[in-house]
Structure formats: structure tokens, C-alpha cells
């Protein structure tokens, strides 16, 4: 239990994505960038670091994967792949399910293609699955917008 306090709280920041969901969707994407890592966690060999601040870096020309921090800024990094998204990014976010929020309702729901994947992600790094529902948002000039699936974790 002691693990998904951990989860549930802003304490950790940098929990990694599983490889093999990362790389099916790169196989898919094709990422040129991680824009939200640490260099042990870094998807993708160009990456933004905390101390380059993705949200003040053009993403325009990119296709972006990213991993948020899932505290309260988290908002701003949503935000941030939609305004890129407007300039020709494409950007797939991996953040958890809350349907239920503002920004979703304002931002995601109108603007981005949403995947709830199935069941629960086991981070790298963690001692069992999140406690939390995670889910794909992929904004982008390609994408079908309002769009909604399930996908299958690899």
C-alpha cells in the first residue's frame, strides 16, 4: 500500500514509462523528442530536462512523446501539447484518466484523440500497477479530434 500512496501523491514526479508501450507507439509515432524527462527516464535521445523547461521550448516541428508530472502542473503541459499541436506537432501524452476535470472538458475533449488503455500500468520502477486509470491523449494535425478508444497495454 505504501507504494500507491507514493502514486497517488505529487511526492514522485518521475515514475517511467513501461518500454513496451512506449515503443509500440513510437512504432506508431515515430517520436523525435521526449519532452518531459529526466536522463534516466528519457524515452527518446533528444529530451527536455527540467532545467531546459519543455513548456518554454518550441515543439512546433515535432513529434513529441510525453510523460508529464502528475501533480498540478500537469495542466500546463496538457495546454502546452495542444497550443504546439496548433503549430504542427503532434503529441502523444500519457497522463491518468480524469474525465471528470476542466481540462478535460475544455481542452482534451474537443481538441484530441483519447485511448483509455486497459487495466492498469505497472511503471518502471514500481512495485505493482498504478492505482489509477492511465490514458493516451494525442493532439496533433492528423488526428481525429472527439475520437475515443480502448487500447490494449503491450
Partial sequence: MQNQTVLLSSVRQDWETPNTLYNALNK??????DVCALPHNAKHPR???PEMNGLDQDWSNEVCWMNPPYGREQIKWIEKAYEESKKGATVVCLIPARPDTKVWHDVIFPNAEVRFVRGRITFVGAESPAPFPSVLVIFGPRIKSGSIKIMNRS
Fill in 28 to 33: 506508431e509515432f515515430q517520436f523525435t523528442i
Fill in 47 to 49: 529530451y527536455f530536462t
